[in-house]
């Protein structure tokens, strides 16, 4: 029998016109005006329709090999298997701002934990930076997953990382090698997820779902959990 969901958390920051973003500029600008077209056609006809801007690395987002790596997959070849799975939430809320993510506390977290970090789940590590989403600073003002951390989660088989972090690399590394580790090695990421405090304890279903962009290196998703009605095994 297929688990219960119970609840579908939406894990994406929204898209919008000069949304917080450090990959280039949001625009949605209209093609279409319900007014003008009514105007136009006599009230017969009326829809709006907009055209979009933006780079493929913003807001809630996933990067792929082909980020870091110029045979890596794109976005387009990038098994949906990889995409969905179990979710497993590591808490390092505890790391403050400039703080290195410590493979001590990878472990420490897992261990907190009734699950192994591996192949077999979305390894999401929770920052709580979310909250600053937006602020003046925040991509370079938070915590970050050194290089030893980075190869020791490949060392273990993840598949894909996933974090409310807007960047993994340590911020005066402006040569990103901590992306480098990960894309290089075919693990994918997902940056800029919120809403993981509804997710303590809970037993879920991770979901990232990009556009099929042919020899795209990234792409804005919506992410999302499925919740599953508890049976008794308790929190994973």
Not at 107 to 121: K, L, V, W
Not at 162 to 190: F, K, R, Y
Request: proline share 6%; hydrophobic share 40%.
């Amino acid at each position: 029998m297929l688990p219960t969901v119970t609840r579908i958390v939406d894990l994406s920051h929204p898209m919008y016109s000069n949304m917080p973003n450090i990959g280039g500029q949001v625009t949605f600008f209209p093609l279409d005006d319900h007014a003008y077209l009514s105007q136009i056609t006599g009230g017969r006809m009326a829809m709006e329709s907009r055209m979009i801007l933006m780079p493929e690395h913003c807001g809630t987002h996933l990067d792929v090999p082909r980020h870091s790596d110029a045979d890596g997959l794109s976005v387009d070849q990038v098994p949906l298997e990889q995409l969905v799975l179990p979710g497993h939430l590591l808490d390092l809320r505890h790391r403050q701002n400039g703080e290195a993510i410590t493979i001590a506390d990878l472990e420490e977290a897992e261990s907190r934990t009734s699950r192994t970090i591996g192949p077999d789940a979305a390894c999401i590590v929770w920052t709580g930076t979310s909250k600053d989403w937006g602020k003046d600073d925040f991509a370079m003002n938070r915590p970050f997953v050194p290089v030893d951390a980075a190869q020791w989660l490949v060392d273990r088989g993840i598949r894909l990382f996933c974090t409310d972090l807007i960047g993994m690399d340590d911020p005066s590394e402006w040569w990103w090698p901590t992306h480098a580790v990960w894309n290089t090695q075919g693990v994918c990421m997902v940056q800029q997820l919120c809403n993981l405090g509804a997710l303590e304890g809970e037993d879920f279903l991770f979901v990232c779902l990009p556009l099929a962009m042919k020899d795209g290196t990234g792409c804005p998703v919506r992410a999302v959990a499925l919740v599953f009605e508890q049976d008794g095994r308790g929190a994973s």
